[in-house]
Every structure is written in structure tokens, then in C-alpha cells.
């Protein structure tokens, strides 16, 4: 994904060269042009470099790279229980005995990694989830066990967080589509009684 994202940057900043001399488009735009086509191609070269690199973050693509704190910033967070069918969602229930909380995640949903870093990373966020289990449904492939689970509760696509009781049923009034910072996700967590 981040080299997709470096190609349409790049591509972008080569849309916004200024034409040639000699054309009839006013000078007073050349120079914005060409500081936007520099920002771009900038923006562009540095997700093609985490791509190749072995980065996965499009918001911070060279992160993997930088020792020391925020790369471990980068890195904090709650452990998930990877699932990928509805078998294994069901198991998980049956044998959970607390709250659930399911979150469904793909490698290129840049909200997804928005939830990771901002919201999943906060101290408040994770002490209200420590007694839950919480599962990760990784979506990325979008094969078929990834649209069953998806098509389980009505979802095209990630994110998406559904949350359980410790019978394994759904808490639906707590159930969070999109992005949510730390002040809503927390209220979230309220409703869904964790």
C-alpha cells in the first residue's frame, strides 16, 4: 500500500509541473505549482522508500527505521487475538467468559492505523481494556472468510469495532464504525460496559 500511495503522489507531482516556456499560463502560478509538485514528489519518495524499507504505516512510513522511542511508540499498544473465520469468532466466545472486543483491521485502512496509534495506544483506552479479550479480523486479503465475517454484521469494510458481553452477545448500541478519537472511543467503552 505504501508504494501505491508513493506511485499517486509521485504522479500527482509530475501533473503539476509547469508547462514548458512559451505557454500562455500566467508566471504568478508557475512558482505555487512547483513548490506543490516539490512537496508531492517529496511525500511520494518517502512512502516509496518505507515501502521498500519494509514499512507498513502510511502516516509515519520510515518509523520502522528510527531506533529507540518512537519506534517503540510506533509499537505500544494492546495485544489482539488474530481470527480469521467465523469458527474462530465463534470459539473465542464460547470460551471468552468476559467481555469481547472485535476489531477489524486492514493493512490499507488508514483509519485503521489512526485507531492503532492514537486511540488503541492511550493509557485510559488500554486500563479500560485490560479485562476484555480483545480479537484482531484482519480483512486485508478480503477473501472469503474475510466477506463472511465482514457480511456476519452487515460491514463492507474496516474499521470496525464490535463488542461482546461475556455471553457472547452483541452489545449493539456499542458498536463503532470509523475512526474514534480517545475522548468518543471512551464513551464507547461505557456503553459497551467496559
Known amino acids: 500500500m505504501l508504494a ?10 509530475v501533473l503539476l509541473v509547469p508547462p514548458a516556456r512559451g505557454s500562455a499560463e500566467p508566471l504568478v502560478r508557475k512558482p505555487w505549482r512547483r ?6 514528489g517529496a511525500c511520494g519518495l518517502l512512502q516509496l522508500v518505507g515501502a521498500a524499507s519494509g514499512g507498513t504505516d502510511p502516516l509515519q512510513p520510515l518509523v520502522h527505521l528510527a531506533p529507540g522511542p518512537r519506534a517503540a511508540a510506533a509499537a505500544r499498544g494492546p495485544a489482539f487475538v488474530a481470527i480469521k473465520t467465523v469458527d474462530d469468532l465463534d470459539s473465542a466466545l464460547r470460551a471468552a467468559n468476559r467481555p469481547v472486543m ?9 483509519s485503521c ?24 479480523a484482519d480483512v486485508t486479503k ?19 469495532t464490535i463488542f461482546f458481553d461475556p455471553q457472547g452477545h452483541e452489545v449493539a448500541a456499542a458498536r463503532a464504525i470509523g475512526y474514534q478519537n480517545t475522548r468518543h472511543f471512551l464513551e464507547t467503552l461505557r456503553v459497551a460496559g467496559l
Not at 102 to 110: H, I, P, Q
Request: net charge neutral; hydrophobic share 50%.
Open 102 to 110: 472485535l476489531d477489524f483491521y486492514a493493512d490499507w485502512c488508514v
Open 4 to 13: 501505491l500511495w508513493g506511485a499517486l503522489l509521485i504522479g500527482c507531482a
Open 35 to 40: 513548490a506543490a509538485a516539490a512537496v508531492l
Open 113 to 136: 492505523k489512526e485507531m492503532e496509534r492514537y486511540t488503541y495506544a492511550d493509557p485510559s483506552v488500554q486500563a479500560r481494556l485490560a479485562n476484555a479479550l480483545l480479537l484482531k
Open 142 to 160: 478480503n477473501d472469503a472468510s474475510d466477506r463472511a465475517l465482514l457480511k456476519r454484521f452487515g460491514l463492507f469494510g474496516p474499521p470496525g
